[in-house]
């Protein structure tokens, strides 16, 4: 009796551990929709059929922080051992926001024979930057190192991310290896470079004509432009861009402040002969991706970029 008693107060501990920082729960797809309706009275929220082809594993730990604990939800293709791997970074300005609003294009994008897996990381009201960025590279690292468990080639490994997550997705693969995004204490006998991006609607640069990042940048980045100018230089993938970036697409809206900086990195992928394409789905507004009509064309233009890259 005393060893259960012992061990209901071991996890209502880890329990309480685990809630103790804020969550905003703003950002989400039925929020999202309730803000669009009005505007866009024919969108829908997808109906997927059931896979037989997919399995999912949710909630699979990758890191422990203290008493914190970071999952993902993988969904992964069963036709065959090495599925190219797809990171799946949600949005929410870098504050709201959680890895279940990635699990139906992570099922749509599996069941085209890949490896998908919606990420946890950490947000601004509980670590600022870079820890965030950190979290993705170690799930990549985790995921690497358990690729049979989760039939991945761990040399194709793409990164994807919506919104805020787009940023992060295209600042991870632009700073493949960089030491200043690693983590030591996190054990790993793997990298977490990755072979390809897809940005959906996030900027590429902070600063810059284009962009109009304000307070929710600020509170995630540690400050204003002026007090912090060099992690928002830092956190802009455009600085980081060069002739080792991967190939990466670019899926947008029509409103050019969610792309902001995206052309001038065209110019560099271009002259180093980096492959990249942008797929602009007209009239659509932020956050289309998690409605039809724009969600079935967002899988599209993503697994035709991968089948090309990985295939």
Known sequence: MKKIFFLLVMISNTILAQSNYSIDTSYTIKSTYNKLIKKYPSITIPQLKNNTNITEIKDVVYQQHKDRALHFDAFFNTL????????????????????NQMQDMAREIASKGYSCFA??????????????????????KFIKDNAKKFNVDPNKIAVLGCSSGGQMAALIGTTNDILDFEDKTFKSKSSSKVQAIIDIDGVLAFKHPESSEGDMASFWLGGTYDEKPESWKNASALSHANK?????????SSFARFHAGRDDMIAILNQYKIYNEVKTIENSPHSFWFFEPWFSETIVYTTQ???KIFK
């Open 80 to 99: 065959q051992k090495n599925n190219p791997a797809v990171i799946m970074i949600h949005g929410g300005g870098w504050r709201s926001g959680n890895k």
């Open 244 to 252: 080792g970036s991967p190939p990466i697409l670019f899926i947008n």
């Open 305 to 307: 970029f991968l089948d």
């Open 119 to 140: 990420i946890e990381y950490r947000l601004s009201l509980e670590a600022k930057y870079p820890d965030g960025v950190i979290d993705v590279k170690n799930a990549i």
